[in-house]
């Protein structure tokens, strides 16, 4: 059972419009919440991360929006690119974050 | 700095055969974990270490060994493969252990094949 939940599998958005990736996750004890941008053939990278200290936490045309009583958080991507095509995971993790635990992951294809 | 490096980048493996898979950082980092990669399944923990000396088990570690005898060296050892055990493999550094939240910093990743 994946403690961590994300949807949609995959998403197709036409350049210069809005991706929205969504997560749920079940353990309270998560306090670390980044998101990882992975392309093909290379291994993810932190794209931009969120403590439940702050609800939203922007870094240029990415957000993080966070609903702790929710236990969920989402990734905004604005004005999106066609070099933002890519798979996106969202994750969570307790205490300084080295066990991550990830959603099954979100394939991006923003049409030009 | 190389950053993570993971050899082979591919490896073709029949049923019962054992081997290893390697990783490599140059940037003094204490953790380093493996992760497999399924599609659907997002990155599954397998193994981790916070220093040299030190390992312990994530969520699926059956099948896998790991020993940690230098800081930069963090091997996976498949004992006999399995087809489930086809996947691709991640290893992954960060700075420490302490209070704070530290970066996950992956390698590029071993493609594994089991027949």
């Known amino acids: 059972q994946q403690q961590v939940k994300q949807s949609p599998q995959s998403l197709i958005v036409q350049k210069g419009g809005i991706s929205i990736i969504n997560c749920a996750y079940e353990?309270?004890?998560?306090?670390?919440f980044p998101w990882y941008q992975q392309f093909p053939g290379k291994g993810p990278a932190l794209l931009i991360a969120?403590?439940?200290?702050?609800s939203e936490k922007k870094e240029g045309r990415f957000t993080i929006s966070f609903n702790k009583s929710a236990k969920q958080f989402s990734l905004h991507i604005m004005d999106s690119q066609p070099g933002d095509s890519a798979t996106y995971f969202c994750?969570?993790?307790?205490?300084?974050?080295?066990?991550?635990?990830f959603g099954g992951g979100t394939r991006v294809l923003v049409k030009p | 700095n190389a950053g993570v490096t993971q050899t082979p980048k591919f490896q073709v493996l029949k049923t019962g055969q054992s081997m290893t898979l390697q990783c490599a950082q140059d940037?003094?980092?204490?953790?380093m974990s493996w992760y497999r990669q399924d599609p659907g399944m997002g990155l599954r923990l397998i193994h981790y270490?916070?220093?040299?000396?030190?390992?312990d088990q994530g969520e699926v570690p059956n099948g896998y060994n790991v020993s940690r005898s230098t800081t930069e060296d963090f091997p996976l050892r498949l004992l006999s493969a399995a087809p489930s055990q086809t996947s691709v493999y991640f290893c992954?550094?960060?700075?420490?252990?302490?209070?704070?939240?530290?970066?996950?910093?992956f390698g590029p990743g071993t493609r594994l094949t089991v027949t």
């Open positions: 992954a550094s960060s700075y420490g252990t302490g209070t704070g939240v530290y970066e996950q910093y």
């Open positions: 353990n309270t004890a998560f306090d670390y």
């Open positions: 969120i403590r439940p200290d702050v």
């Open positions: 994750a969570a993790a307790s205490g300084a974050g080295n066990k991550l635990t």
């Open positions: 940037m003094n980092h204490e953790y």
């Open positions: 270490s916070v220093g040299a000396g030190i390992t």
